[in-house]
Structures are given as structure tokens and as C-alpha cells.
């Protein structure tokens, strides 16, 4: 199922256009740009080669490329279709990174078609969570290398990917105790009983026995049978060679993959606990390891920040939040060679946390449009009216993140993959957030709880001497405002201001002129006028991540550039004149 402005079976033109919209959106190329009836057009260099294509501009200056605009002038004069392969090559950066680059767009491409080819479209807007986090196959709106799993073959998209939704046992490991680290909720046995249940657990003793590997020297983990298979000669002629580790096989619940591909769902027990493993795939923009420090500090981070939302009344009566626990995580072998690749974070499941009546939906799915030509949320929309329902969303889905940022002092990363949307028959009721363990962020002064802070120097070696800004502290308030306006605004809640202005032609400044006003009137309610202050939030401009560049040049582990901030209120006023 596409995104607005997609051409059903063209992958390669949705790729095209979202390398250009970064490219344009980041200022990699130069572009001179001309306004039209409705639309911008944009002219650029690159090489010897000269490019143009029609665009939407949208809120913080996102561009959308219109379906086959992109052009490229051939020698003869006359403009065609772009060629993908000669953009790249005009790139910045080194002949590496353009070529992993080109290498993970036709990767997108090619899954994307096999996805076209194998699968059949379904209806989508009354199938189940798990469901929906399998089907909402459309990947990153933003990033061009949106479905490159890079280390898949077609056979193993088709067994792991989320799209075709095959359920899968995990293999399991008993590993030396001196290569793990733990940090579990509970005692091992009872930990194990309850996540496992009675009979996979005994099969497991039993197994355990035969391999004659005590529960005193050898800890249990599981891994992902992908995995397994790509660690597997490693494995075997490393740990389990020397007697460090032996494999058990496949065993217990199944599980499916989220669209995350490596956080899996239990197929078995809906409401038992998420897990997710590390693979070593490359997608969108990393390898999709666990960074070994954070999984056994997720349970504690995850508690405290469930500790704040219990404990504030206005989270249960104003701004109802639910947060997903991460209340496990093993890691073995925290320092290389394996650094990463062997461990496992365990997070309450979302559908346990629902009432009678309530159901809930990937945040994602608000974005995208279903195989009748009408948004996911069409039938919601129609039947409570296109305002009443955005006023109720956006109050759901803004004031949470931001009461957590301004009063707590919290930012999180609330881009659509980490949001789930609670709703009563369409009508949004609250929002649950999850995935905390490689991202949140608070400076220590601005805490409003310092005190109930997590003592990070006890948790991890790496935590002792780590400067600002390495893992979850910083003493720059613009770094706490960009990753919430980043993820929550400029790449997530811009995706559904621009399906409902191509749909519903609601036009963006009113879309954000509601988010302004939700964030001009909470200070005054709650007494935060100084705090949110502080954030600086209403700048003319402010600064955004570069997704893009970092993935070209790839020398820092963040790149940045300067945006029109869409929340300005003079600048909404304006826009909104005829």
C-alpha cells in the first residue's frame, strides 16, 4: 500500500524521488527554485548533468517530489526520467559511500517489487495490531533506503521480513556466564518460567542436562534464527569449539517481525512480552545491532520514566500516556568480537495494556493510504468530522512528549515506529510510547527530579568518563528540543499533515497553526512558561538531522541542517492570509 503521492508497482520512482527530496531538503545540491500554480520547481547541477523535478513544499521545508517529475536533460536536449545510478554517482563523499548507498536503494527497490509480486494487498484498517505491524509495509517515509536489509536474500525477506508475516521460533543458546550480563525483573527461574512457560521451559532443562551444562556455568539466551545462521561458523568455531557455549536449537513460542524487522511480536501469546534481537542487517541508516551498553540499562531507564508517568496525575488525567516497559535485556559477549550481535531486550506487549473497548494501531498507519485510494483513517475522519478528530490527535499524540520534555525534562524519540495510538472506535483516547533504550535524552539541570535519575556511572563502565551528548545526557537544551521536534514533528507528524493535505486539501499552516496552538497554551496551564522558555522551541529556525548527509559522508555520527520552524506563529498567520 503506498504513500500519497506513490505509483502503485514503482519502487524505483518512490526511491528516486525521496533521495531527491533529501538531497534538496538538506542542501547536499543547489537547487534554483521557481514557484508555480500550487507547486515549486526545482533546477540543479550535478556533474555534467543538469536535473529538475516539481515539488510540494510542506511544513519545515519538507519537499515532495511529484510521481515522475524527476528529470534529467540528455545530450540531445530533451528531459527523461532520471537515472538513479548516474545521480548517485554526482554525489559527495567517497566511492564507498556512494556505493553502499546506490547498493541499498536497489536492495529497496528489489524487495519492494518482490513485495509486489508475492503479495496480495489487503484491506488493512480492521486487522489486529500484530497484524498491522507486519502489513504497514510502506518502511521509512523519509529515508530512500527504506527496505534494504542489507544481508537478506530473497528467501530470507520472505521467512524474516514483516510483510509476508511468517512466524518463526528463536534459537536458543546456552552461553558461559562469565560472557553475560543480566539485568532481569525478577530470579532467573522465575524470570525464565514466566516468559517462557512450564513446558518450553522443562524442554530446555532437559536439554540443558543432556548437553551437561550446569545452570551455574552457563546462562541461557536466545537469538534470532537469522542470526544464528549468519553467526553460526563464528559461533561454532569459537564458543562452542572451546566449550563456551552450546546451541540448543529452535524452541518455544513464535514469533513475527514488526516493521522494525528485528523487534518480533509473540505469535502464540499476543499478550506476552515483544522481544528484540540483533541483526546484522543494514537498514535505512545503521546495522541493526543492539549497542551493547544500552540493554541492560533499559530496565532501568524504562522504570524510571514509568516511575514519572505513574507518579504525575496529569499523565492518567489530561495527557494519558502508557509506557511499554523494557524490563529485560541479556547481552553476551558485551566486548568484541561480538560486540552487539548475541543478546535480547524483552518489552511489554501493547495489547496487554488495553481496556475493554480500546483498540490500537502502529502510529505509522495514519500516514499511509489503503488499496481503495482512501486514507487509513478515512472512515474515522468521516465519521467524528476532519477537525474534531485532528484537534483529538494531535492533542493525544503532541501534549504526552511534550509535558514529559518541558515539565520533566525528558525528550524522547517519538518518530511513528515508536508511537502506538490507543482509540475507541477511531476516536484517539491515548498514546503509548516504547523503544527507550537507545533513545531519550535529558540534560542533569534540567531534570525536575534529579534526584530520581538513574545512577548511569554504576550501570555501565562505559557511562564513567563518556562526555555529553555520548549516550543519554547532554548539557545543551537544543539538543533535548531537537530530538523531540525532530522525531515528533519535522519527520513524523509532517508525514500526516501532508496526507491530509493532498486528501482532504486541509492546508498544512492550519495542521500546524493546531500544533502552535496546543504548545502556546500549555506553559500558562501548568505554570511552565520559563521551562518551555528555555527549549526555545518558537525560533524562527531551528536545526534538524541530516539523514542523508551522515549517510554520504560518514565521518561524524550526526549531521545538521537549518529549517524553517513550521510552529512560528507570525509565519503561520501569514501563510494563512489569502
Known amino acids: 500500500m503506498p504513500l500519497p503521492l506513490d505509483i502503485k508497482g514503482r519502487p524505483d520512482d518512490r526511491v528516486l524521488r525521496q533521495l531527491v527530496a533529501a538531497l534538496l531538503f538538506e542542501g547536499i545540491v543547489e537547487a534554483h527554485r521557481s514557484d508555480g500554480d500550487g507547486t515549486t520547481h526545482f533546477r540543479w547541477t550535478l556533474g555534467d548533468h543538469d536535473f529538475r523535478c516539481d515539488a510540494i513544499l510542506g511544513a519545515f521545508g519538507r519537499i515532495w517530489p511529484l510521481p515522475g517529475s524527476v528529470q534529467m536533460r540528455e545530450s540531445d536536449g530533451n528531459w527523461n526520467e532520471a537515472s538513479l545510478p548516474l545521480v548517485v554517482s554526482s554525489l559527495p563523499g567517497t566511492g564507498i559511500t556512494r556505493a553502499k548507498l546506490l547498493n541499498e536503494m536497489n536492495q529497496t527497490i528489489a524487495f519492494s517489487e518482490w513485495n509486489d509480486r508475492h503479495l496480495i494487498a489487503r484491506p488493512r484498517r480492521e486487522m489486529s495490531f500484530a497484524a498491522l505491524e507486519g502489513t504497514i509495509d510502506e518502511g521509512h517515509p523519509y529515508h530512500p533506503c527504506y527496505k534494504a536489509r542489507i544481508g537478506f536474500s530473497d528467501d530470507d525477506h520472505a521467512l524474516f521480513g514483516p510483510e509476508a508475516g511468517q512466524p518463526f521460533q528463536l534459537v536458543w543458546l ?21 516468559e517462557l512457560g512450564t513446558e518450553t521451559w522443562s524442554y530446555l532443562q532437559g536439554m540443558r542436562e543432556q548437553l551437561g551444562a550446569s545452570a551455574q556455568e552457563f546462562g541461557l539466551i536466545p537469538l534470532h534464527p537469522w542470526q544464528w545462521r549468519n553467526l553460526g561458523e563464528t559461533l561454532a568455531s569459537g564458543w562452542i569449539a572451546a566449550g563456551e557455549a552450546h546451541c540448543i536449537g529452535p524452541a518455544g513460542d513464535r514469533y513475527t517481525a514488526t516493521q522494525s524487522v528485528r523487534s518480533l511480536l509473540n505469535r502464540d501469546r499476543p499478550l506476552a512480552a515483544s522481544i528484540k534481537l540483533p541483526l546484522n542487517i543494514v537498514n535505512t541508516s545503521s546495522r541493526r545491532i543492539l549497542e551493547p551498553h544500552s540493554v541492560c540499562t533499559a530496565p532501568v531507564i524504562s522504570h524510571w520514566i514509568g516511575e514519572i508517568v505513574a507518579s504525575d496525575p496529569v499523565f492518567r488525567d489530561d495527557y494519558p500516556l502508557t509506557i511499554l516497559q523494557e524490563y529485560a535485556g541479556i547481552i553476551a559477549d558485551a566486548d568484541e568480537p561480538l560486540a552487539g550481535q548475541v543478546g535480547a531486550i524483552w518489552r511489554e506487549s501493547a495489547e496487554a495494556t488495553l481496556k475493554a473497548g480500546e483498540a ?44 514529559l520534555l518541558v515539565h520533566h525534562g525528558i525528550a524522547v524519540e517519538a518518530h511513528g515506529q515508536n508511537m502506538l495510538l490507543v482509540h475507541r472506535d477511531g476516536w484517539p483516547v491515548r498514546l503509548i510510547l516504547r523503544d527507550f533504550h537507545e533513545s531519550i535524552e535529558f540534560s542533569p539541570d534540567f531534570l525536575r527530579e534529579p534526584e530520581k535519575a538513574p545512577d548511569f556511572s554504576s550501570l555501565h563502565p562505559s557511562y564513567r568518563d563518556a562526555e555529553p551528548d555520548q549516550f543519554y545526557w547532554t548539557d545543551n537544551l537544543d539538543s533535548l528540543r531537537e530530538l523531540v521536534m525532530d522525531t515528533l514533528f519535522v519527520y513524523n507528524l509532517s508525514e500526516v499533515s501532508h496526507l491530509l493535505a493532498h486528501c482532504y486539501a486541509l492546508g498544512e499552516p492550519l495542521f500546524w497553526q493546531r500544533v502552535e496552538n496546543l504548545l502556546s497554551s500549555y506553559p500558562h496551564r501548568y505554570g511552565m512558561a520559563a521551562r518551555q522558555a528555555q527549549l526555545g522551541h518558537d525560533r524562527p ?32 498567520q501569514r501563510r494563512r492570509k489569502p
Open 174 to 194: 546456552l552461553v558461559a556466564r562469565r560472557h553475560l550480563r543480566q539485568a532481569l525483573p525478577d530470579s532467573e527461574d522465575a524470570f525464565w518460567q514466566a
Open 360 to 403: 490500537v494501531i502502529p502510529f505509522t498507519a495514519l500516514m499511509m493510504v489503503e488499496t481503495d485510494g482512501r486514507p487509513f483513517a478515512d472512515d474515522w475522519i468521516r465519521r467524528f468530522g476532519l477537525m474534531p478528530w485532528l484537534n483529538r490527535l494531535l492533542e493525544v499524540a503532541v501534549l504526552p512528549v511534550w509535558h
Open 541 to 572: 529556525e531551528i536545526i534538524t538531522e541530516s539523514l542523508m548527509t551522515r549517510k554520504l559522508l560518514a565521518r561524524k555520527p550526526e549531521y545538521h541542517h537549518v529549517v524553517p520552524n513550521a510552529l512560528v506563529a507570525d509565519r503561520l
